[in-house]
């Protein structure tokens, strides 16, 4: 009996001390942008720093244009360089991290500048994980005193794909129209300008309307409309040469242009005897071939990231949607389906979606769905705007707003705009004059 | 229009006239008589009449008690500020609807709060197995209808918490999902329609401090592609080693001393 | 009894249809080319010579002519058949709408012009067309009737 009794309870106690492990889900946490540290950088042995190299300040100039990078993004918080304990070049080299810890930054970037043996001006940047108290991404540049931006840029994307995940959109331009003058007689001038507002120059004079102008994926060609001579066609310009020729011969306005992800082909609307079709021209051998045929108004085409599909806006229903079709112009199928009017269909880099601008009830939208027309979500709604155009990580959209005119010349200015595919982060980019039809480029870098 | 305004108004009075001459037809109808049917009445006794089983009225008894109890919050639930995310646009028309749906994506602290007072989410009643299994023999109709809860209001209830296999109780359980929840600085933008659970192992200290933490498919993290995994499993990790020591609770280490947290940001993800 | 019921039900039945009201609709003499919000005014309207207009209006998205539309452009083509003249004609959108479809719509609206021109005999030859969109707007405010005034074709002696 004893016996039975020891068994017993031996055998109650063994499976009480093996207890299942237990498992817990966390399903929630905080949405709220990372906290970041970016240390002022340091120069190493400044006696071999020139004095004009001196004067641009650079160890504070680029920690300072990655932090405004970083926090634009919206992703990013960026701590109060007044707060931070540790200086500079002892951070490059071994951080303490409760000094890091202590003012909540979960991640610090430390740089260092140094003129190399060939004289050349080297740029080093560290990103350290300060909770697991580790270096978790390095790298070394070699800049010029005019390429500092770029590289401020290039080191931003670096800190931006090492902690989402995804390529970044810093090192890149964005081409806009400048606009000036009365609301009867604007005066339109290409412009472009790095993403975050610097470098800005302008490509054309303003003798003539120019409109809706795309990079090719080089970032070296731009292709746009434009009224020269009064002839309404799509052109193609040369931002290094500044050098201009009409694309194709066509006996009619062109316009809605693009180029094809391998940059080898521009897709845009030619239209004749009030009927508007979607065209596509080969750079080099300069062949056109007919994509729709519709009796319709066919226009505003964007190519899908891999080159296979087309989509693009129609009026064949009656009313403007969006429809896409294979990329030699066969299956045009309608994707979008809601309430109001569509337009402005542009397929983003990363093949997921197609945004758009919806008007509904006497509002703008800019909206991002599927390509297949499912899970249409709209992020934001203004009196006017239009004409999304993505970053190169499919991430951002950039678009304009014009604002209402009265009676008095108040009103009717026009400004460039960015948002994030989540909605959030709704940012106006600032630039010299009025502004519409902007359109990102591709990463510079690649 | 006065055309047709006047002949209604024609109509209508002939209507009624119509009515009132009509009524009398109907009144003036004879009824039949029914036919008779014999009727046996019968004593209704005891063993017919049907009570509630006497444990099964006491349940019920309980959870009218419940029901009073819960309208009194324990703690009153601090200010809550709904993270304001403007996720989706919604159309002139349908502002209303999708105002009150972003009101229920809530942030962390908001979905603690509510489980401590009752909601119209709430299942009213509590399940008890060992009142079950005594109700099962006793009796055979109107066992008031007993569903399991789904949520996690038995932190009202902590005498009668239900031990659900995992050594813990659910209120216990509760404390650390707070506190890891607080840590977790989820990486914005990742995308929610994949895969991206991430598994991490902890052993503890009986003070609640870590000892060790392993990330469960470690090797996922280096691979081609599974840049969106390593960055969440790093995230989850900046998590725990901030929320180091936890909070646990001041018996039954054996229990708890090895804890598997499994992250998961599918659901802020969506939004 | 059966017949008694059924004679009564009846009589509700047909006094109750007879007893709904006949509505009317008030039959508005409604343009089937107007899309209702075109531009009757002459507040922008220039003219070729005197009494000739040298503009017709449109409805939001339309590129019908209305019958107005119509008598001036009539005019336009004796006007242009007796002097001989060559013609470009404009078409523009108001800016309630996306940049490059309005510039397409534009170019519809002028063709519209030109078409109906050339059936009053006007020769291909002597008509140019042209679209400027939205961006030559006639009226700069941000009104319904500025718009209605902006949606507008207009005819212009070419040089």
Redesign the interface.
């Known amino acids: 009996m004893k016996k039975f009794y020891l068994t017993f309870f031996s055998i109650l106690f063994f499976t009480q001390a093996s207890f299942a492990l237990v498992k817990i889900d966390i399903t929630r946490g905080n949405l709220e942008p990372l906290p970041a540290a970016i240390s002022k950088f340091y120069m190493e042995d400044p006696s071999k720093f020139s004095a004009e190299l001196k004067a641009l300040k650079l160890e504070k100039k680029i920690p300072e244009l990655i932090s405004n990078n970083l926090k634009r993004s919206g992703l990013f918080h960026i701590i109060d360089p007044k707060s931070y304990i540790q200086s500079p070049n002892i951070a490059h080299v071994k951080p303490t991290f409760q000094d890091w810890a202590l003012i909540k930054a979960q991640i610090m970037v430390s740089g260092k500048l140094v003129i190399d043996s060939k004289k050349r001006l080297r740029v080093e940047f560290r990103l350290w994980d300060v909770i697991a108290g580790k270096e978790i991404e390095g790298l070394a540049l070699f800049a010029t005193p005019s390429s500092w931006r770029r590289i401020s840029h290039i080191i931003s994307d670096k800190i931006y794909e090492r902690m989402t995940g995804e390529l970044g959109y810093f090192d890149t331009r964005i081409i806009y129209v400048a606009e000036t003058g ?3 007689q ?1 005066v339109k001038r290409l412009a472009i300008m790095d993403q975050d507002g610097a470098n800005n120059k302008y490509l054309t004079l303003g003798n003539e ?1 120019v ?2 102008p795309r990079f090719n994926p080089t970032a070296q060609m731009i292709t746009y ?1 434009s009224y020269f001579k ?1 002839l ?1 066609r799509v052109y193609l310009l040369n931002i290094e040469t500044g050098m201009q020729e009409v694309v194709g011969d066509f006996p009619g ?1 062109t ?2 242009p693009r180029f094809s992800p391998d940059g080898k082909k521009i897709i845009m ?1 030619f ?1 004749k ?4 079709d979607i065209y596509s021209m080969d750079v080099a051998t300069r062949v056109v071939e007919q994509l729709t045929t519709h009796p319709s ?1 066919d ?2 085409p964007s190519y899908s990231f891999d080159g296979k599909y087309i989509t693009f ?1 129609s ?1 064949r229903s009656g ?2 949607q969006i429809y896409v079709m294979r990329s030699d112009g066969s299956n045009a199928k309608r994707i979008s389906f809601g309430e109001g ?1 569509y ?2 269909p542009v397929w983003s880099p990363r093949g997921d979606l197609i945004a758009f ?1 919806k ?1 509904y009830k ?1 509002s703008f939208y800019i909206g991002v769905m599927r390509s297949d027309g499912s899970g249409e979500r709209l992020l934001t709604q203004n009196y ?1 705007q ?2 999304p155009s993505w970053s190169p990580n499919g991430r951002v959209l950039i678009f304009y707003r ?1 604002t ?4 008095s010349e108040i ?2 200015s026009s400004s460039l705009w960015s948002i994030d595919l989540t909605g959030y982060n709704e940012r106006k980019i600032k630039t010299l004059t009025d502004a519409s ?1 902007p359109a990102w480029s591709g990463l510079l870098s690649k | ?1 006065y ?3 006047s ?2 108004v024609l ?2 009075v ?2 009624v006239i ?2 009132i001459v ?1 009524l009398p ?2 009144k003036k ?1 004879p009824i039949t008589a029914q036919q008779l049917i014999a009727i046996d009445i019968i004593q209704i006794s005891e063993k017919t009449q049907l009570p509630f089983a006497p444990k099964a009225r006491e349940i019920i008894e309980k959870i009218k008690k419940e029901k009073e109890k819960r309208v009194v919050t324990k703690q009153a639930p601090p200010k809550i500020t709904p993270k304001e995310k403007p996720k989706a646009i919604p159309l002139p028309d349908k502002l209303k609807i999708k105002s009150e749906e972003e009101k229920k994506k809530q942030n962390p602290e908001e979905i603690k709060e509510l489980n401590r007072q009752s909601s119209e989410f709430e299942k009213k009643e509590l399940f008890d197995p060992n009142k079950i299994s005594a109700l099962i023999d006793k009796s055979k109709e109107e066992t008031a209808e007993i569903q399991k809860k789904q949520s996690l209001e038995l932190t009202q209830n902590q005498d009668s918490s239900v031990d659900l296999n995992k050594g813990i109780t659910l209120s216990q359980e509760d404390a650390i999902k707070a506190q890891i929840y607080k840590c977790w600085n989820i990486p914005l933008g990742l995308p929610f329609d994949q895969n991206l659970l991430v598994r991490i192992r902890l052993t503890l200290r009986p003070n609640g401090s870590i000892t060790s933490s392993e990330i469960l498919d470690h090797a996922r993290m280096n691979q081609p592609g599974q840049g969106f995994y390593k960055v969440l499993a790093e995230s989850a990790l900046r998590a725990v080693k901030l929320c180091d020591p936890l909070k646990m609770p001041t018996t039954g280490y054996e229990k708890w001393k090895d804890l598997q947290l499994n992250f998961d940001a599918k659901e802020m993800l969506k939004g | ?1 059966l017949t ?1 019921s059924l004679k ?1 039900t009846f ?2 039945i047909v ?2 249809i ?2 709904s ?4 609709t ?1 039959t508005k003499t409604t343009k089937s080319t107007s899309a209702g919000d075109v531009y009757t005014g002459t507040d922008t309207v220039q003219y070729l010579t005197t009494g000739v207009a040298d503009r017709v209006f449109f409805g939001t ?1 339309s ?1 019908n002519l209305t019958s107005a539309a119509k008598v001036t452009l009539d005019k336009q083509a004796a006007y242009i058949k007796s002097s001989k003249i060559s013609v470009v004609i404009e078409g523009h959108a108001d ?7 309005n ?3 534009g ?2 609206r ?3 012009v030109r ?1 109906y021109l050339m059936s009053k005999g006007i020769a291909k030859s002597s008509i140019k067309v ?2 400027y969109g939205k ?8 009104s319904a009737l500025a718009w209605s005034q902006n949606r507008r074709s207009v005819t212009v002696k070419s040089k």
């Open positions: 009365s609301k009867t604007r309307l409109l809706t409309m009064n309404p306005m316009f809605a609307s239209a005897d009030g009927n508007s108004i226009t505003s806006n009026d009313a403007q009017l337009g402005t601008t008007i006497g006017y239009e004409a014009e209402k005119s009265g009676k009103g009717g039809d | 229009m055309k047709s305004v002949l209604s109509f209508h002939v209507f119509a009515t009509s037809f109907v109808e | 009894m008694k009564n009589l509700v006094l109750g007879l007893i009201a006949c509505s009317t008030a998205n590129k800016e309630r709408g996306t940049r490059e479809y510039l397409a719509l170019e519809r002028a063709n519209v078409d042209i679209s961006e030559r707007p006639a009226s700069k405010e941000s």
